[in-house]
């Protein structure tokens, strides 16, 4: 059974920086796009950013373009988001997912979701 796990989230003041990690397992995910959305609270869920199974495509949403990093490590399979100057609208629950389209940004492309972890970010 396929499982995504999400961690680093927390309290931050407006400027800092977190780092989320995302560590999947009960699959392969070599082949995979990894992707990381958010949802804040009343909001649907959007799309952050993606990174392909080499790591040698990504590409971020137009808020969060400049400030957060995609990353992954397949020998670990860990994908990672490194978020910095944040901002109180990056407030929200943030989730990884994997999909078996090749870079996506669409909800229904993706097929396996972690439960999501709490981002915070004061003002």
């Known amino acids: 059974q396929v499982q995504l796990v999400e961690s680093g989230g927390g309290l931050v003041q407006a400027g800092g920086s977190l780092r989320l990690s995302c560590a999947a397992s009960g699959g392969t995910f070599n082949s995979y796009s990894m992707g990381w959305f958010r949802q804040a609270p009343g909001k649907e869920r959007k799309f952050v950013a993606v990174?392909?199974?080499?790591?040698?495509?990504?590409y971020a949403s137009d808020s969060v373009k400049g400030r957060f990093t995609i990353s992954r490590d397949n020998a670990k399979n860990t994908v990672y988001l490194q978020m910095n100057s944040l901002k109180p609208e990056d407030t929200a629950v943030y989730y990884c997912a994997v999909s078996t389209y090749y870079l996506s940004s669409r909800l229904p492309e993706y097929v396996y979701w972690g439960q999501g972890t709490q981002v915070t970010v004061s003002s």
């Open positions: 990174i392909s199974w080499s790591s040698s495509s990504k």
